[in-house]
């Protein structure tokens, strides 16, 4: 039998956490590891209990989710733990942080909890939560904030000429479907060659694509 999901789930709405608490605890395959109200207890239980996954709030006291966010899974973190942000903020510079800050992927708090399963399920799995058209939305408002750092030159990439190809279109939004309808092949060498530019590029999942992608300059 496959063990369940392991989940820390910290929000500090007491109302809000006890019922993330109770949906996710009535699932088989899944179980709450531990529950907190701020982003400090978050970071020191996540060490001790090494959940699967953390669901974390935004705005809490003492430390926010972000800096939760950035200390379980942003870069140089030696052990990172997955992190899935729910939050009441849409796509706004709040949400943009927390997943430049390492978090896997966002919900909405008014989501149905059949998202929220589906999410956690998502995250666990090493997969982001941002569908095509949110990552569209994501790096259509905010591409002017994630500035190239490099000339992107092609040539100290450790991607091959088709693999750079695929990481442009990540980066333009394109769902696996899509960059396999665009560059004549199968999804499931697409899915190959996604999983090779993760880590040739030391990258975690889509998000980490996308931002590198326009760090480097490659999209626009």
Do not use: W
């Not at 939050?87 to 992927?105: H, K, W």
């Not at 982001?128 to 591409?143: F, H, I, K, N, S």
């Not at 442009?168 to 396999?180: F, K, P, V, Y």
């Amino acid at each position: 039998m496959t063990a369940p999901i392991r989940v820390l789930v910290c929000d500090d709405q007491m109302l809000v956490r006890t019922g993330l608490v109770t949906i996710i605890d009535a699932q088989p395959d899944l179980e709450v590891a531990g529950e907190c109200g701020d982003g400090r207890t978050a970071v020191d239980l996540a060490g001790r209990l090494r959940p699967d996954v953390v669901v974390m709030d935004v705005r809490m006291p003492v430390l926010d989710g972000i800096e939760a966010t950035r200390l379980l899974a942003g870069a140089g973190v030696p052990h990172p733990v997955k992190v899935l942000v729910v939050t009441t903020f849409n796509l706004d510079e709040y949400v943009y942080e927390a997943l430049r800050a390492g978090a896997s992927g966002f919900l909405l708090k008014d989501a149905p909890p059949s998202q929220l399963l589906h999410g956690i399920r998502t995250v666990a799995m090493g997969a982001a939560l941002l569908d095509p058209e949110v990552t569209r939305q994501l790096v259509g408002r905010y591409a002017a904030r994630i500035r190239p750092v490099e000339d992107g030159a092609p040539r100290d990439l450790p991607l091959t000429p088709r693999e750079l190809e695929v990481l442009r279109l990540i980066a333009d939004g394109l769902s696996n479907s899509e960059i396999a309808a665009a560059l004549l092949i199968s999804q499931e060498t697409v899915k190959t060659f996604v999983s090779r530019i993760l880590a040739k590029l030391g990258l975690r999942d889509r998000v980490q694509a996308v931002v590198y992608a326009y760090r480097r300059g490659l999209a626009t």
